[in-house]
């Protein structure tokens, strides 16, 4: 009974430090669940803001490819209206040129003979109809020529030297799109560009990018195919033009 009562406040004691001890670990363990809540908060903030930025990001990406559709469809625009200026314009011509050789067949057939034109018949107009065109295209291009004004003079040397400055002061070189539109406008020309400067040219038209490289190879390819068709241009110039097609084809 001695002992037993002796060994009594040993085993309290012992109780007490076995309840310290699980307290002692309990607090560890909300520590701990504290500190994984934490990192968890912490991490899912930081998802939140990423996935925010990507939404930003996404929605400029979306803003800029709408921009560029826009200006895509604006430029399309613009091409279709030049096509149906053109093709007016050709009507206009083949509406005038019509009763010329309407006359010239009554005068060869005579006076109150009109007879229903066959096939062959049709093409042979219609190749005649070009070749009165292509002979009124060059009285105007030559008339332009002749009547060249200093402004033209002025672009001529302008563009050019921008040529010039592209090829040898590259640092020096500036953009600049009214320079480039007369030399593609002009660079079948071999009076205006010379051979010297057409050289330098092809390099230049190496590095256009978008609707002027894609304007300028249809252009080209145009060029080419009208070649052989209708009447055979003898002058050297015709020839200049499509070996300068022929070659901006091979390099775009």
């Known amino acids: 009974m001695d002992k037993s009562k002796a060994d009594e406040p040993l085993k309290k004691k012992k109780v007490k430090s076995a309840q310290k001890e699980k307290t002692n670990k309990r607090k560890a363990e909300d520590e701990e669940d504290e500190t994984n809540r934490n990192i968890t908060e912490e991490k899912t903030e930081k998802k939140q803001k990423r996935r925010k930025k990507s939404k930003a990001e996404d929605l400029v990406t979306l803003q800029e490819d709408e921009t560029n559709t826009n200006n895509s469809e604006e430029k399309t625009e613009k091409q279709q209206k030049k096509r149906k200026k053109s093709k007016t ?93 007369w030399l593609l406008q002009n660079m079948y020309d071999s009076v205006k560009v010379p051979d010297s400067h057409f050289d330098v040219l092809l390099s230049y038209l190496d590095g256009l990018r978008g609707s002027a490289r894609d304007t300028t190879l249809q252009k080209a390819e ?31």
């Open 89 to 181: 314009k050709s009507s206009e011509i083949m509406k005038q040129q019509e009763p010329s050789v309407k006359e010239e067949q009554q005068e060869e057939n005579g006076p109150g003979e009109e007879e229903e034109l066959s096939p062959e018949e049709r093409r042979v107009l219609e190749r005649k109809l070009k070749k009165i065109r292509k002979k009124e295209e060059k009285k105007k291009l030559k008339e332009e020529s002749k009547s060249v004004t200093p402004e033209n003079n002025v672009a001529e040397k302008q563009a050019l030297e921008y040529l010039t400055c592209w090829s040898e002061r590259r640092e020096e070189w500036k953009f600049q799109k009214t320079r480039q539109t």
């Open 222 to 252: 145009v060029i080419l195919r009208w070649d052989g068709q209708g009447e055979k241009e003898d002058t050297k110039d015709a020839e200049k033009k499509q070996q300068r097609a022929k070659q901006i084809v091979q390099l775009l």
